[in-house]
């Protein structure tokens, strides 16, 4: 992580969220999964295809990684019966890549198998340079 990118990791919890909001309603399609839904439908009518990301990757328990993998399952699931065009996009350590390899590998393999089951896929984010050895050795 660059020097930039840590203060800017630091300053952000003191920027009002209706900046933070604002600033990123670009690329943040909302704060639930049917908001999620309503911007890849109308992408989808404009012939683009889309990707979801559940944020969430500041985890420091088991737990959080399991309900964000249920999140993610949520998702396909709703993908799939919207007949949407999207797939989705992880970063490990949502799932568990910071507190346990084996278990975040348990985690991201139940994913690309509900992903297949689903006929969708799963994009693994790579994240700051601390974690891409890890996230490679799990991709491998």
């Known amino acids: 992580m660059t020097l930039l990118d840590r203060a800017i990791v630091r300053v952000l919890p003191a920027v009002p969220r209706p900046v933070v909001r604002r600033l990123s309603q670009r690329y943040i399609a909302g704060p639930a999964l049917e908001d999620a839904v309503e911007v890849v439908r109308s992408l989808n009518e404009e012939a683009k295809m889309a990707t979801i990301d559940v944020l969430g990757e ?56 509900e992903a297949g089951a689903r006929s969708s896929f799963v994009r693994i984010d790579m994240e700051d340079s601390s974690t891409t050895s890890e996230t490679l050795a799990l991709y491998q």
Request: with cysteine.
């Open 58 to 113: 500041e985890i420091t328990r088991r737990e959080e990684a399991t309900a964000l993998l249920a999140e993610y399952e949520d998702v396909l699931e709703r993908v799939r019966s919207e007949a949407l065009d999207s797939n989705i996009s992880v970063k490990l350590t949502g799932l568990g890549l910071n507190l346990d390899h084996d278990f975040c590998r348990d985690n991201i393999s139940e994913l690309v198998r």
